[in-house]
Nanobody, 116 residues
Framework: QVQLVESGGGLVQAGGSLRLSCAAS????????RAWYRQTPGKQREVVAF???????TLTNPVKGRFTISGDSTKNTLTLQMSNLKPEDTGVYFC??????????WGQGTQVTVST
């Protein structure tokens, strides 16, 4: 059974940093991309960053220059390094693995709260 478990969320002041980690267990075949999504208050769930299995990383505009995504295929882990955090980054962050047929595995999410 596939399981994605996020960790590293918490409360931080604006301008601070957090590092989110995702550990995957179980057999996951045909991974296309691994990504971080977030659900912020009053907004739809959105992709934050994703990385292909060939290592090409993409960051969305709201986080570009502040966040970094990295992954270790051998250890089946995914990391999101977040710096210069803003109150609008507050939300629940999800680790997502997308496989070849378009199916997406989701973690349970980890809360990130950025105070002013």
């Amino acid at each position: 059974q596939v399981q994605l478990v996020e960790s590293g969320g918490g409360l931080v002041q604006a301008g601070g940093s957090l590092r989110l980690s995702c550990a995957a267990s179980g057999h996951i075949f045909g991974i296309n991309t691994r990504a971080w999504y977030r659900q912020t208050p009053g907004k739809q769930r959105e992709v934050v960053a994703f990385i292909t299995e060939s290592g090409i990383a993409t960051l969305t505009n709201p986080v570009k220059g502040r966040f970094t995504i990295s992954g270790d295929s051998t250890k089946n882990t995914l990391t999101l390094q977040m710096s210069n955090l803003k109150p609008e980054d507050t939300g629940v962050y999800f680790c997502v693995y997308e496989v070849g047929n378009g199916f997406m595995y989701w973690g349970q999410g980890t809360q990130v709260t950025v105070s002013t």
